[in-house]
């Protein structure tokens, strides 16, 4: 399969690009590894308050000092991607950390007895591992592998949409049972270790799958969406200094980067569902139900290609984000009714998925701009540009809960919390998701590079020429 692959691809190859059916499935196994574990990851703060009993202004400091390692991780993960060149391509090797962060996260949540200093170590080693490292590789070398793995546009829409909707669904599932499972396992410290266990060992195992069954079909400097080679400049002959300035130069992977750590700050606040459906809704369990309303996501999901194609991908970032104001006031205006918070669930879901499911597409569209605005062609540093704000929104999030709890007087120890931390709880639910919702559509009217790429795309395409 790979020889014909690769014996397809000649100077015109990404048009002649046939994708087998098993493709978009087997691309999906690793994202969806890495989605869940992020679902299970935002029960982090939940699990240190009200298992470890630590106070949720600490929990919050922890995770958000652990970002400081971050900004030193992605770019040197980014430049160490760049610079990769091995027989398996220059981004699948890294595929190999999914094992490293289901491994760290079966020790995360299997905090031994000891004092609080001691666990305040322990949580912020083991997050710090699974996010500044695993992570990092794995969401910096994401669009780098497609690029190399994938060449036509349109079957990466393709390759995107289905295996989006393969993800949403096993996420969703996942999202649906794991509340189940805290509400009957989650009561004790050795309960949340085996219920991490029983995940951590099957999810590893389909993480690795795309390693397996995905090759790079091309592995040296011209995995690009035209097939001319890129001049030296652009192959990665280029120092830390150029590769900041090349990056500092983009303002499109600026605004992209702001929009993943917008996005990631909605997803967060899942952090902030689980005290509120325990202490405003009075049953932690009734989370299920709201997870189950975004069943509906995968369907909109089948119409993707379609809109994509016709409305463009800006335009879809700014519906969503105008879906997601919506929503949000919506759950907002409904309090407590879990009917309006079905609903603005459902348009929350809908309005992060051009961003969420689509970011590989933005990442490709930035590199040539970068290219074209520069001369110098960078992937593994943009896309660990990303994945740095991607984790400093979640990390964010974090603080955020942890913080503002804190200040409002929240004690997990308590079976019933203070009018305060209740009014923080709905404010950290709703309120802070509107307001980033709001930041988002900002955002998606600054972006307009959709209406530029034909035009810079050629441009290359012509330079490239010249440079042969």
Same mark, same amino acid.
């Not at 603005?344 to 490709?364: D, F, H, Q, R, T």
């Not at 970068?370 to 540093?381: A, C, D, F, P």
């Given at each position: 399969m790979e020889k014909e692959k690769e014996k397809a691809l000649g100077q015109d190859g990404a048009e002649r690009e046939k994708l087998p059916v098993w493709f978009a499935p087997a691309w999906s196994t690793r994202a969806i590894s890495l989605a869940v574990n992020v679902v299970l990851i935002s029960y982090l703060a939940f699990y240190c308050t009200d298992m470890l009993g630590m106070n949720p202004t600490t929990v919050g400091a922890v995770l958000l000092v652990s970002k400081i390692f971050d900004g030193f991780t992605d770019l040197v993960v980014g430049y160490v991607i760049d610079k990769t060149n091995t027989k398996w391509g220059k981004a699948r090797p890294y595929e190999w950390f999914i094992v490293g962060v289901w491994a760290f996260s079966v020790l995360l949540f299997s905090v031994p007895d000891m004092n609080a200093v001691g666990q305040v170590a322990w949580v912020f080693v083991f997050y710090t591992l699974i996010n500044s490292v695993c992570a990092t590789f794995l969401n910096g070398g994401d669009s780098v592998y497609m690029v190399r793995a994938i060449r036509k546009e349109e079957n990466r829409v393709m390759v995107l949409s289905i295996s989006s909707i393969i993800g949403m669904i096993a996420v969703m599932v996942f999202a649906i049972i794991l509340p189940q499972m805290i509400a009957g396992m989650g009561s004790t410290k050795s309960g949340w270790t085996t219920m991490t266990l029983v995940f951590a060992v099957p999810f590893a195992i389909i993480g690795l799958l795309r390693f397996f069954l995905v090759k790079e079909v091309v592995v040296d400097a011209s995995a690009r969406p035209m097939e001319e080679p890129l001049g030296a400049h652009a192959s990665g002959g280029h120092g830390i200094g150029e590769t900041l300035k090349a990056i500092f130069g983009n303002v499109y992977i600026l605004l992209i980067a702001g929009t993943l750590l917008v996005v990631n700050v909605i997803n967060g606040m899942g952090t902030a569902a689980s005290y509120y459906f325990k202490y405003v809704m009075g049953d932690i369990g009734l989370q299920s139900v709201a997870s189950m309303a975004s069943l509906v996501t995968p369907f909109v999901l089948i119409l993707y290609p379609f809109l994509q194609k016709k409305l463009g991908n800006t335009n879809l970032f700014r519906i969503g984000a105008a879906i997601g104001i919506v929503g949000m006031v919506v759950r907002t205006a409904g309090g407590a009714n879990l009917a309006t918070i079905v609903v603005g669930s459902i348009c929350s879901a809908i309005a992060i998925m051009p961003v969420s499911m689509m970011v590989n597409l933005y990442l490709i569209d930035c590199m040539d701009y970068g290219e074209w605005k520069t001369n110098i062609r960078l992937e593994g540093s943009l896309a660990s540009l990303t994945s740095f704000t991607s984790k400093v929104g979640a990390a964010l999030a974090s @603080? +955020?809960?942890? +913080?503002?709890? &804190?200040? /409002? &007087? #929240?004690? &997990? $120890?308590? @079976?019933? !919390?203070? !009018? /305060? @931390? $209740? !009014? @923080? *709880?709905? &404010?950290? #639910? $709703?309120?802070?998701?509107? *307001?980033? +919702?709001? *930041? %988002?559509? /900002? %955002?998606? %009217?600054a972006y307009n590079l959709d209406k530029k790429l034909p035009q810079i795309r050629e441009e290359l395409r012509i330079r490239h020429m010249e440079n042969k």
């Amino acid at each position: 399969m790979e020889k014909e692959k690769e014996k397809a691809l000649g100077q015109d190859g990404a048009e002649r690009e046939k994708l087998p059916v098993w493709f978009a499935p087997a691309w999906s196994t690793r994202a969806i590894s890495l989605a869940v574990n992020v679902v299970l990851i935002s029960y982090l703060a939940f699990y240190c308050t009200d298992m470890l009993g630590m106070n949720p202004t600490t929990v919050g400091a922890v995770l958000l000092v652990s970002k400081i390692f971050d900004g030193f991780t992605d770019l040197v993960v980014g430049y160490v991607i760049d610079k990769t060149n091995t027989k398996w391509g220059k981004a699948r090797p890294y595929e190999w950390f999914i094992v490293g962060v289901w491994a760290f996260s079966v020790l995360l949540f299997s905090v031994p007895d000891m004092n609080a200093v001691g666990q305040v170590a322990w949580v912020f080693v083991f997050y710090t591992l699974i996010n500044s490292v695993c992570a990092t590789f794995l969401n910096g070398g994401d669009s780098v592998y497609m690029v190399r793995a994938i060449r036509k546009e349109e079957n990466r829409v393709m390759v995107l949409s289905i295996s989006s909707i393969i993800g949403m669904i096993a996420v969703m599932v996942f999202a649906i049972i794991l509340p189940q499972m805290i509400a009957g396992m989650g009561s004790t410290k050795s309960g949340w270790t085996t219920m991490t266990l029983v995940f951590a060992v099957p999810f590893a195992i389909i993480g690795l799958l795309r390693f397996f069954l995905v090759k790079e079909v091309v592995v040296d400097a011209s995995a690009r969406p035209m097939e001319e080679p890129l001049g030296a400049h652009a192959s990665g002959g280029h120092g830390i200094g150029e590769t900041l300035k090349a990056i500092f130069g983009n303002v499109y992977i600026l605004l992209i980067a702001g929009t993943l750590l917008v996005v990631n700050v909605i997803n967060g606040m899942g952090t902030a569902a689980s005290y509120y459906f325990k202490y405003v809704m009075g049953d932690i369990g009734l989370q299920s139900v709201a997870s189950m309303a975004s069943l509906v996501t995968p369907f909109v999901l089948i119409l993707y290609p379609f809109l994509q194609k016709k409305l463009g991908n800006t335009n879809l970032f700014r519906i969503g984000a105008a879906i997601g104001i919506v929503g949000m006031v919506v759950r907002t205006a409904g309090g407590a009714n879990l009917a309006t918070i079905v609903v603005g669930s459902i348009c929350s879901a809908i309005a992060i998925m051009p961003v969420s499911m689509m970011v590989n597409l933005y990442l490709i569209d930035c590199m040539d701009y970068g290219e074209w605005k520069t001369n110098i062609r960078l992937e593994g540093s943009l896309a660990s540009l990303t994945s740095f704000t991607s984790k400093v929104g979640a990390a964010l999030a974090s @603080a +955020f809960t942890g +913080f503002i709890m &804190g200040m /409002a &007087g #929240y004690d &997990g $120890n308590l @079976a019933v !919390q203070s !009018q /305060a @931390a $209740n !009014q @923080a *709880i709905v &404010g950290l #639910y $709703n309120v802070l998701p509107l *307001i980033m +919702f709001v *930041i %988002l559509l /900002a %955002l998606s %009217l600054a972006y307009n590079l959709d209406k530029k790429l034909p035009q810079i795309r050629e441009e290359l395409r012509i330079r490239h020429m010249e440079n042969k």
